[in-house]
Nanobody, 125 residues
Framework: QLQFVESGGGVAHAGGSLVISCVGS????????VGWFRQAPGKEREAVSC????????VYSDSVKGRFTISRDNFKNIVYLQMDNLKPADTANYFC??????????????????WGQGTQVTVSS
């Protein structure tokens, strides 16, 4: 069964750091672009960052650019999101999903599928 499992979320203070992970199972992640998205209560799901299959191309939303870093280890079938200088506005449930090809596209949620259950990130002020 093809699925993603996200982990690593938790509570951090503003200015702190967290690393969240997304492990793919049932398929070889290395063929596909992968994206991180987030959704806060009462808000729409928004793109955070996307990475191409070989990790060469990355996209970041303006709200996280310079603070978050996406990376991947295709041998381990895992994608990471390093989150530094966290802000209360980063509080959300973070999801990963994959594209049907190896690119990043426009890093929009409607381009990605096979969503995981998410991992909650809470940033206190």
């Amino acid at each position: 069964q093809l699925q993603f499992v996200e982990s690593g979320g938790g509570v951090a203070h503003a200015g702190g750091s967290l690393v969240i992970s997304c492990v793919g199972s049932g398929f070889s992640l290395g063929y596909y672009g992968v994206g991180w998205f987030r959704q806060a209560p009462g808000k729409e799901r928004e793109a955070v960052s996307c990475i191409s299959s070989h990790g060469v191309d990355t996209v970041y939303s303006d709200s996280v650019k310079g603070r978050f870093t996406i990376s991947r280890d295709n041998f381990k079938n895992i994608v990471y999101l390093q989150m530094d200088n966290l802000k209360p506005a980063d509080t959300a449930n973070y999801f990963c999903a994959k594209r049907s090809d190896g690119g990043v596209g426009e890093c929009r949620a409607d381009e990605y599928s096979y969503w995981g259950q998410g991992t909650q990130v809470t940033v206190s002020s």
